[in-house]
Structure formats: C-alpha cells, structure tokens
C-alpha cells in the first residue's frame, strides 16, 4: 500500500515539473529581454535540480518500500509454506484416522454379521465362555466341547472334586431380543416379548438335558448368557417377569436346575459352588476324623484293659516268687541246722507292680 501512495506521489511531482517546464518555455518564447530570459533560464536549471534531487529522494523512497515489501513477501510465504506443511501434516493424520475408523466400521459389521446370524453367534458364545474360563481355571480343569454318553455336546464343563463335573451352555438368541429393543410399537414389543420368553425358555430346557447324576454331573448346570442387556432384563426387567409370565429364573432353577449366569456373574457363580464344595470336603473329612477318634478311643480303652490283666498277671508272678524265695529260704535254714553252717541264701524279695487307681 505505501508503495502505490509513493508511485502515485512521484507521477504526480513529476507531471507537475514536466507542466511548470512546458509554462516557462513557452514564456522564454514570448520574453525578448535578455534579463528576462536569463532568469527563466535560472530558474529552470534550479527547477531541474530540485527535480532531480526529488527523483533521488523518490528513488530512496522506492527502494526502501520495495526492501520492506520483498521483506514482506517472504515472511509471508514462509508463513504460507508452514501453514500449508501444517495442513498437510493435518490431513495426513485425518487421513489415518479415516482408514482407523473405516477398520473398525467393518469389524463392526463384520461383528454384527455374526451376532446376527444364529450359528455364528453360538461360535461367539462359546468363544466368550471359553476366554472367560481361560482366565480364571488352568488348562485341567475344564474342557470345551464335552461329550456325553449318548453323543450329546455341552459347550463347555468344569471339573470339580470326587471327579465331578459341572455342565454348561452358552447358546443365547438375540435376534428378538434386539428386534423388541429397537421396536418403538406397544403391540409388537408385547408380540416379541413373549418370543424372547419362548427362546430363553427353549434353552433352559435345552440346557437342563446335561445333568445327569449317572455320568458325574451335578446336580445342576449353568446356561451362560453372553449379553449382559438381555441378563439385566432377565432379573428385574419385562423379559423375566411379568404379569401374566412366570418367572423364567424361578422355572429354570427349581423345575430345571439351571443357574442363569452372564460374564459378571458367571464366576461369582462358580466360586460359590467351588467354596462349597471344599465346605462339603470338610464336612465330610470332620465326619472320618469323628469316626477315626471314636475308634482310637475304644483302641485305648481295649489297650488299658489289656495293661491291667497284665499287670494282674505280673503281680500274681511277682507273689509266686517271693514265696517261692522263702521256701528257698526255709530249706537254706534247713540245710544250716543240719551240716551246721554258716546261711548262703538271702532273701530276694520283688514288689509288686504299682496299678493307678
């Protein structure tokens, strides 16, 4: 800007030297004095000199601006190049982030897709049972795809003590169940509502076919719920209980003997049933302590009486031979008063052994 002011300035001076130059020309052509003349002339070469240290000054002027311009210029393009880096570097970034995003979108999908169909998702299931086990129980204690006798499959049992094992499912059905989540009419919710009861239902009967007594089992098993809404729902919601459903927690446990567990509760579960049965294990070996200290009692009691025939028989011994040191003793008198000799037997007597009373 100071540098267009300062061009328009110069044109400006300039013209105005050029205009005054063209006046007194034209003035010398008309004066015949020589006086005259003589001065116009003067004061042209003054004019001219004044011009020329004007254009001098102008020129410094130029430059000057034209310094601090360039100047200028490349302090802006320097900041121009840093902020077009910057945005580069900026979208760069973004551009990683995209794909990042665009990854996990397709996980996502690809995790949807399998929630949605309904063998895929029980392979997510067990997958989930077996992660959690894996943290939790060594290698020995449980297995994955255990077969029963007649061919049949549990998804997964935990050994326990005595050899016995606990049987658990990890099928779940979803698919209602999000469909009555999404649904925003009453009626339908009620509709998928009683098929999430019916599904749920099914697998606690499906479930409740791996106790068997006769192969090891306990007497219950666990149907592991990988979905921690649906197990909410389940305990205090509409899917659970209900006006006119019974409660399926109730029906699974004390008609089917099966526990409900998810991922938070599945190992609180599992621990109370461990920890009971080590109670059980104690109980059970306080018993056969009872027993073994019932039967050291009557040993020793048999040995005390055993101790006191002995010592009866020891003292009736003892009895026999002192008597028999004196008759000893009697025939050693004997002997004395016949050969007239000096006594060569002493009595030797033993006491009795001492019995408490």
């Not at 998804?155 to 005595?162: F, N, P, W």
């Not at 007594?213 to 809404?229: G, K, L, V, Y």
């Amino acid at each position: 800007m100071d540098m267009l002011i300062l061009i328009v300035l110069g044109v400006l001076i300039v013209g105005g030297f050029v205009v005054t130059i063209v006046i007194l020309l034209q003035r010398i052509q008309k004066v015949e004095d020589k006086d005259s003349v003589h001065m116009l002339k003067t004061d042209l070469v003054e004019m001219n000199r004044s011009m020329a240290r004007m254009q001098q000054h102008m020129g410094e002027k130029l430059d000057n601006s034209s310094l601090r311009m360039q100047q200028s210029m490349q302090r802006q393009l320097s900041e121009s190049a840093r902020l077009v880096s910057d945005v580069s570097n900026r979208l760069t970034k973004l551009d990683e982030t995209n794909r990042r995003v665009v990854d996990v979108a397709d996980e996502l999908k690809t995790l949807q897709n399998v929630l949605q169909n309904p063998k895929q998702r029980g392979v997510f299931g067990e997958y989930y049972l077996e992660s959690v086990l894996e943290n939790v129980l060594p290698p020995g204690q449980f297995e994955m795809q255990y077969k029963f006798k007649d061919g049949q499959i549990a998804d997964a049992i935990v050994r326990l003590q005595d050899k016995m094992i606990l049987p658990i499912d990890s099928k779940f059905s979803l698919e209602n169940y999000n469909r009555m989540v999404a649904s925003k009419s009453k009626s339908e919710r009620e509709v998928l509502l009683a098929k999430v009861r019916n599904d749920l239902k099914g697998r606690i009967d499906e479930t409740s076919k791996y106790i068997r007594p006769d192969e090891q089992t306990m007497d219950f098993a666990f149907m592991f719920i990988p979905s921690e809404s649906l197990y909410y729902d389940l305990l205090i919601g509409d899917v659970g209980t209900g006006s006119s459903a019974r409660d399926l927690v109730e029906y699974a446990f004390r008609d089917k003997r099966v526990i409900i567990v998810s991922p938070t509760s599945f190992m609180a579960y599992l621990q109370t049933v461990l920890q009971g049965l080590r109670s059980l294990q104690i109980e059970k070996q306080a018993k056969d302590i009872q027993v073994r200290v019932g039967q050291l009692g009557r040993h020793i009691a048999a040995y005390e009486l055993f101790m006191q025939r002995l010592g009866n028989s020891l003292g009736t011994t003892v009895n026999h031979y002192n008597n028999a040191h004196k008759e000893l003793k009697k025939i050693d008198k004997d002997i004395v008063k016949i050969a007239d000799a000096e006594p060569s037997v002493e009595p030797l007597l033993v006491d009795r052994p001492q019995q408490d009373e």
